[in-house]
């Protein structure tokens, strides 16, 4: 954190210049954030787009591998090679800030700034979710309290309201408490907001047209007759528009070295499909030769999703997918405790590189990607142990880079941009291959997931969640793709089982219909989608000095 209070930034007014953005033109949230209006990005000039880079990782552990770190030490790297270059980041949910990851916004010197501000509230997108979100349940409570025309079924409300901050004691609440003039009681529940559909639909989104038409095909409830009742159906989808018109145009930020980014969209690969906007994406591949971007969490979580799930919505081609490793990690999945991975232990790290290799196999054989892997060096990482990596990279056929960016900034990532470059080729990039097809029942595409990139056996579901999967057929859904919820620390949906287990069996606990973002959620194990916080939470050591600064964040 000391590091970036500590950096110069530009004007943001100079970066949107740098892009070929009338400064005239942007929206400034002070003096070093900006929103980039629709109706600026729709006018830019026609020009050949960029190259898109996707960055994933390995199974994480409590050490952290430092994607976002990479991704930003990728872009300064880029830029330093003269290479006209822009990062799409997702934004930081408050719930992880204050519970047990401090800070998302990179790390070292390969950061995105101002930092504090990223991680505390922003330019306000995810208040504005919420308010959509609550404004829906809201609105759904109240058209059954003055007289229910729609004969909603008041026992199959499914829609959820939201909250940016872990809380384990809302997930399942009864509203409606007091008497008559307070409604009726009902079971419900909280989700944080980057679970919620209403999020999702603003990832998703091409157009505020577009925007408006997805949160209308919501789907809230059934009828006393079981036909789905959607947002549209109650009239709320235009108010839910006009407070998400701001949110959705993307936040420009800047990197430590002044590498322009957008930051827009929600995290959360685990329970989510955890990527940036689509509107992000799009306006930085017409504004920059290479975009980097990122998925949330492994190649098993993110990545799957940013491929099955985005790329065939938003006709997305990355050029190469980069898979960051540690040192640390591969000894972490070789079994060695938490507190042991600072000494050098070779035979730990191979015996790790299970992990690893399965998460490349992953990109390359079931995505059809280009693969480089990136090794995020830490200090005390032993040669010997970057070089079992490397030994295990060239056998499986990818090139691996160790990478200094988090104590060098963009300077240390050279050769990895260099490498990522020459993977990438000049070509356009072709399609994508999927991990099923848009054919298969719904449960078949889990069972696809769950053994061609989990390594699992089968898939178990009980008989009620069976028939809910039936009656989503039945009503037209099933050729929907899958959104996966479960575990990020594991491929199986038990978080202790490291390495890369095989032969496991993933059994969803609850299915849900996301028909405004176009996907079934299949919640799996014991994931939540209302995290709790932890025994001693960050939020501890977060505080505000006597100058006025904040301290303790990261």
């Known amino acids: 954190m000391e590091i970036a209070q500590a950096a110069t930034p530009l004007p943001i007014a100079t970066i949107a210049e740098r892009l070929g953005i009338d400064p005239d033109k942007i929206e400034p949230y002070g003096r070093f954030k900006a929103k980039i ?17 996707l960055m994933t990782a390995v199974s994480p552990t409590p050490a952290g591998e430092g994607k976002t770190t990479t991704t930003v030490g990728l872009g300064d790297a880029l830029t330093r090679l003269g290479e006209k270059a822009m990062l799409c980041l997702r934004e930081p949910a408050l719930g992880p800030v204050f ?3 401090g800070g998302a916004a990179g790390g070292g010197y390969a950061q995105v700034i101002p930092m504090e501000d990223i991680n505390l509230h922003f330019t306000g997108d995810f208040s504005a979710i919420a308010s959509a979100s609550n404004l829906l349940a809201a609105m759904i409570d109240n058209h059954i309290f003055h007289g229910n025309a729609l004969g909603i079924d008041q026992r199959r409300i499914t829609w959820r309201r939201v909250l940016d901050i872990n809380d384990r004691a809302l997930r399942q609440i009864v509203t409606g408490l007091g008497g008559v003039s307070n409604g009726f009681p009902a079971e419900g529940g909280f989700d944080i907001v980057p679970a919620s559909e209403v999020m999702a639909v603003f990832c998703l989104a091409t157009s505020l047209a577009d925007l408006k038409e997805r949160l209308g095909r919501i789907v809230v409830a059934q009828t006393l007759d079981k036909r789905p009742v959607t947002a549209a159906d109650l009239g709320a989808h235009g108010a839910m528009t006009a407070l998400l018109r701001d949110a959705l145009s993307p936040n420009l930020v800047q990197t430590m070295e002044h590498t322009p980014a957008f930051v827009h969209g929600g995290p959360f690969a685990n329970i989510a499909h955890g990527t940036n906007t689509v509107i992000a994406t799009h306006s930085a591949l017409r504004l920059a030769d290479w975009v980097v971007t990122e998925a949330g969490f492994g190649a098993d979580l993110g990545a799957e999703k940013y491929f099955d799930i985005v790329c065939r919505d938003a006709g997305l081609r990355p050029a190469c997918a980069v898979v960051v490793t540690t040192v640390r990690a591969m000894k972490y999945h070789g079994g060695v405790a938490v507190e042991d991975l600072p000494d050098v232990d070779v035979d730990a790290v191979r015996g790790g590189l299970v992990n690893l290799e399965r998460h490349v196999a992953t990109m390359r054989d ?9 090794i995020n060096h830490r200090a005390e990482d032993a040669p010997e142990e970057v070089a079992a990596i490397v030994e295990a990279c060239v056998r499986l056929g990818v090139p691996a880079v160790e990478a200094r960016h988090f104590a ?5 990532a050279e050769e990895l941009a260099r490498v990522v470059m020459r993977v990438a080729g000049d070509n356009a990039p072709t399609e994508p291959t999927y991990g099923y097809p848009l054919t298969d029942s719904l449960l078949g595409k889990l069972r696809a997931v769950a053994t061609r990139v989990y390594g699992a056996s089968d898939v178990s579901a009980s008989s009620a969640v069976r028939a809910k999967i039936r009656r989503l057929e039945a009503d037209g859904f099933g050729g929907l793709p899958i959104c996966v919820a ?17 032969g496991h069996v993933v059994d969803v606990r609850e299915v849900r219909l996301s028909a405004g973002a176009d996907f079934v959620v299949m919640i799996c194990g014991t994931i939540m989608t209302m995290p709790g916080l932890p025994a001693r939470p960050s939020a501890e050591a977060i505080d505000v000095d006597e100058d006025g600064e904040i301290v303790g964040l990261f």
């Open 408 to 412: 060098e900034g963009g300077a240390g």
């Open 37 to 53: 209006p629709l109706r600026v990005l729709g006018s830019l000039p026609p020009r050949r787009q960029g190259r898109l880079i």
């Open 366 to 374: 079931v995505f059809g990607q280009k693969v480089v892997v990136a």
């Open 486 to 502: 479960k575990t990020q620390y594991s491929f199986s949906t038990d978080p202790k089982l490291r390495g890369a287990p095989e």
């Open 99 to 101: 519970g047990m990851k």
